[in-house]
C-alpha cells in the first residue's frame, strides 16, 4: 500500500514540475506584451517632456529597448542645447512605438522561440488629409536574459516578409496534416478491404477503387474525404 502511495505522489509532483516548466516557456500573453509596449512608448515619450543628460536618457530607454536600438532611435530625434538633450515631435516617428490601437487588429505573433513580433494595419483616413496610405506597422521583440527588449522597428506599404512566411508555414502545416489525415483513412480502408477479403486483395476488384480514390487525392485532398 506504502509503495502505492509513493508512486501516486511521484507522478502528481512529476506533473506538477512539468507543467510549471511549460507554463515558464510560453511566450506572454497579449496584454502583458501591450502593457510593456505602452511603456517603452512613455519612456519615449518622456524624453520630450524636459532635458536630460545622456545618462538620465540611457537610464530611461535602458528597460524597454537594446542598445543599437537606442542609438537609431536618438539618431533621429534627439537634439543638443545648452540645457541637455531632449526630443521634439515629428511627422514621422521612426523608431517610436507605434500608435498601436491594443485592440483585436492589434496582432501579436511568435517567429520563433524568444523573438515576437506585434504589427498592425494602418488604413489612411477618407474624411481627412493623411500622410500615409495603407501600411503596416510593427516591432520586434527578443527575450532578453530577464525581461524582452524591443530590437526592431517596420513600416511598410506592403505585407511585411513575416507575414508573408508565416501564411505560406501555416498552409504547408495544413496540407500536411490533410495528407497525414488521409493517410490514416486509406490505410484504415486497405485494412478492412483484406480482412473482407482476404483471398483476392491483389485482384482488381480491390485494387481499381483504391487506384481511383488516389488520384482523386491528386486532384484535390478532400473529394475523396468527402464522398465517404
Known amino acids: 500500500m506504502l509503495k502505492n502511495w509513493t508512486g501516486i505522489l511521484t507522478i502528481i509532483i512529476f506533473l506538477f514540475i512539468g507543467s510549471s516548466t511549460a507554463s515558464a516557456e510560453q511566450p506572454p500573453a497579449d496584454h502583458e506584451v501591450f502593457a510593456f509596449l505602452k511603456e517603452a512608448f512613455q519612456s519615449q515619450l518622456s524624453l520630450g517632456e524636459s532635458h536630460h543628460t545622456l545618462e538620465e536618457i540611457e537610464a530611461i530607454l535602458n528597460p524597454y529597448f537594446t542598445k543599437e536600438y537606442q542609438e537609431n532611435f536618438l539618431a533621429e530625434h534627439l537634439f543638443e542645447e545648452k540645457e541637455g538633450y531632449i526630443t521634439y515631435g515629428t511627422d514621422f516617428p521612426a523608431y517610436y512605438i507605434p500608435f498601436f490601437s491594443y485592440m483585436d487588429e492589434t496582432m ?41 527588449k524591443v530590437v526592431e522597428w517596420g513600416f511598410e506599404y506592403e505585407e511585411p516578409d513575416f507575414m508573408v512566411e508565416n501564411v505560406s508555414i501555416n498552409q504547408n502545416n495544413n496540407e500536411e496534416s490533410r495528407e497525414e489525415k488521409f493517410q490514416e483513412i486509406l490505410s484504415g480502408i486497405y485494412s478492412f478491404g483484406f480482412i473482407h477479403n482476404p483471398f483476392n486483395h491483389h485482384s482488381y476488384y480491390f485494387n481499381a477503387p483504391l487506384k481511383a480514390a488516389q488520384i482523386i487525392h491528386e486532384r484535390h485532398y478532400l473529394s475523396f474525404v468527402a464522398t465517404r
Request: glycine share 2%; hydrophobic share 30%; charged share 30%.
Open 108 to 148: 501579436v505573433v511568435e517567429e520563433e522561440e524568444g523573438i515576437l513580433t506585434v504589427y498592425e494595419f494602418f488604413s489612411s483616413e477618407t474624411d481627412m488629409p493623411s500622410l500615409y496610405d495603407d501600411h503596416y506597422e510593427y516591432v520586434k521583440l527578443m527575450q532578453d536574459e530577464s525581461s524582452w
